[in-house]
Each structure stands twice: as C-alpha cells, then as structure tokens.
C-alpha cells in the first residue's frame, strides 16, 4: 500500500508539475506593458533567444522557452529584428520566431517617382532622413559598371515595393532598387544603349500618363532628336529647378529660361541623365515606339491624362486653343 501512496504522489506532482508548465506556455505574460524589439542574429542558439527575450521583458522565465522549443524539436527559428508590442504567450512568441514574422517597414515607390520623392517617403516612415538617402542616391558608384555616364543613381532606383528594417542603411536601400533594376533590365533582353534609354524612359514615364500613349509621346521624342528639335519637356524644367532647390510646385518663366543643362526648354536632345525612375512599360515605349509622325502633344483638358497630337505646327497650335478654351468653360 505505501507504494501505491508514493506511486499516487508521483503522479500528482508529474500533473502539477504538466498543468504548471502548460499553464506557464500558454498564459500571455501580462506584465509586458511596452513595445520592445529583439534582434535575433543569424546563428543564435534557443538558448541565446530565451535568454534575450527574458531580459527584453518578453517572456518571464526563459526556461519555458526552452521548453517550447523541446515540444517542437523540429522547428527552425528564423533570424531577424522581431517586434513585440502586446502581451503574448510563450508558444505565441515562439511561433512568431519558428515563422519568421520579422518586423520591418514597407516602402512603396510607385513607377515615375525621382530621388526627391524617395527620400520623403523613407523619411516618412522614419527609417533615416532625407538628407542621408540624397546622399547617397547622388553618387552613381552602383552602376557605373552598367551606365558610365549616369550623374546619379536617378533612373536606377527601380519603382517596387521594398521592406526596411531598423537598421537598413541608405547604400542597402539603394543597393536593392539597382539590383532590382539590373534584374528587370537583364529580364529585357536587349542590346540598347542604357544611358539613353533609361533618360529617355524618364521622360516619358512623367509625361505619359496612359500607358497606351506611352509608345506614341516616344515616337515624338524620337522623332524630334532625330530632326535636332529641342524637346520642350515641362518634367525636365521642373527636374532642373528640383535640383536648384528652387522648385515650389509651379513652373516660372524663370524656369523656362534657366540655362541648367536639363532644361530641355533651352537644350536640344536629350539631359545629362534621367530625370525620374521609369517603370517596365515606360522602358519597353522607347524600346518599341509606335510609329507616328507627330512632332507635338498637348494634354486634354478632360482630365483623362490623355493628349491631343499633331504633326505640324499649325495643327498644335489648334489643339492648345482647344485646351485653353475647355479649360476656360471650367467653373
């Protein structure tokens, strides 16, 4: 009889002991009250991980870390910056690592976008200033190798959707926007020459806001460097005056006659490099230009983003009145 009695308290102190430690893995740590983050580097052993989470406040004994990891021996924890903003369970962190759900900000640069509009949204999101991305955009080292005449990074800086930690730098950023650019571009297939078509893109990325009429303002730009016509590019004045630092949202007749060389008010062919970061569809327009002999286009008044063309002079000149005179019908 004893040895049942010392049977039964085994068993229920292995019960205890079983419901302790389940209660102790699936309870959320409710004296967690601030958003933490943990940096789990590549190589960190579970024991290392329980250990930080216990000192960041994450979890209460790192112990029952060590525990989830033995009730799933099988499971890969994932390395990364891990961010913590509510109380959770042991096995809910523990998954949360075996997963990978790393945190990390999302930064969206839509096609057409220039190094100035990149360096906003990162400040933004409060990854590094803007001053700090400027300057690292400015210098072309990443792809002199591809594009030796590039004045800056503008033009490769490819329009995707690119995830940023804490501790990504301005070079890593722009390091990811050229080797996306390179990807695509390789994925093109093509032998042209990459200085002028990636300027030339730029320019109609900005001015083509319909993808169909995108192969045709090519046509024209193409058109007109062929015959040494001056492009007369209004995002190329206001590229010049962003550069100035003297941009205000509105283009001034002082802009028009800046002698910057990429004002193409006052240039003929094309600027010294690309004046925003083109999309696939902008690259392949100047690859495969429709074949017109517009000479000039002038946006319709309807709000569409579309444009009227022409192919001489008297003929553009009848679709500005038109412009004027819709825009003037106006409330």
Known sequence: MKIFSWLAVALLFVIAVVIYVGVNLNTRYIAFNQEVFVDVPR???????????????????????????????????????????????????????????????????PEGKNMFDIAAAVQKIDVFSAERFLDAARRPDLIRDIDPEAPTLEGYL??????????????????????????????????????????????????????????????????????????????????????????NGAIHKSDLASDDPYN??????????????PGVASIDAVLHPAGTDYLYFVARADGSGGHNFASDLASQEANIAKYRKALARRP
Not at 79 to 100: C, N
């Open 264 to 277: 193409t008010y006052q240039h003929a062919g094309l600027p010294p490099g690309p004046i925003a970061n």
């Open 43 to 109: 190589g960190t052993s579970a024991r290392q991980i329980a250990a930080m989470l216990q000192n960041a406040g994450v979890i209460e004994h790192s112990w029952t870390f060590a525990v989830a990891r033995a009730l799933r021996r099988g499971a890969a924890l994932q390395a990364g910056e891990y961010r913590f903003t509510q109380a959770a369970s042991v096995l809910e962190v523990f998954d949360r690592i075996r997963h990978g759900d790393v945190f990390y900000y999302e930064l969206v640069v």
């Open 158 to 247: 490819f329009p995707s959707t690119y995830r940023l930690n804490r501790t990504t730098t301005p070079d890593q950023l722009c390091l990811m926007m050229t080797g996306k650019f390179r990807e695509v571009w390789r994925s093109l297939g093509t032998s042209a020459p990459i200085h002028r078509t990636i300027t030339l893109a730029s320019l109609v990325e900005k001015e083509g806001k319909l993808p169909a009429e995108r192969p045709v303002i090519a046509s024209v730009f193409e058109r007109r460097l062929g015959i040494g016509m001056k492009l007369d590019c209004d995002p190329t004045t206001i590229y010049a005056a962003l550069l100035a630092g003297s941009y």
